[in-house]
């Protein structure tokens, strides 16, 4: 998968990792940075999509960067791109909505809808998703990937 979305026009690091990925807008949109895994996903790619270094992205999670103007009679789309920052966690069902910014560390909790923007190492969860009093810690040092070959060669035997 990495390869073609690379030849459609997407910057991937050759060291992430890419499930059974569906995409939907124009790949030329799409940035994923070193050993960054991203599992079954949606990715509407109306406007950018920025991913850092280290992002651990669980199935079933959307990222959406278009929407609608609901107070115009015409109904146009909006566009607003979306940037996860380095060491995020992003964990299964989440939403993510146009315009949104994941801080570097953050932590999204499951079944979240993320409307607004997410500081550094905070942990959120709900919809919508609001700041939990926990907090990261801001010391990561982990690749997300290795999880990945661990449980590959487990499951494989």
Known sequence: MRGRWVRQ???ISETAEIGN???????????????????????????????GNHVCINDGVKI????????DPLWPQIVSGIVIEDFA?????????PGVNIGKGAVIG??????KS???????????AVILKKSRCS???YNPCEFLAGNSAWLKG
Request: net charge negative; charged share 10%; no cysteine.
């Open 110 to 115: 499951a079944g979240a809808v993320v409307t």
């Open 64 to 71: 959406l960067t278009g929407s609608h103007d609901i107070t």
């Open 139 to 141: 010391l990561l040092n």
């Open 9 to 11: 026009g997407a910057e």
């Open 89 to 97: 966690w992003i964990a299964t069902n989440v939403i993510i909505l």
């Open 21 to 51: 990925a569906d995409v939907a807008g124009k790949l030329t949109h799409l940035k994923i940075g070193d050993f960054t895994s991203i599992g079954r996903v949606h990715l509407a790619l109306h406007g950018t999509i920025q991913i």
């Open 118 to 128: 997410v500081p550094n190492y905070a942990v959120v969860g709900g919809n919508p």
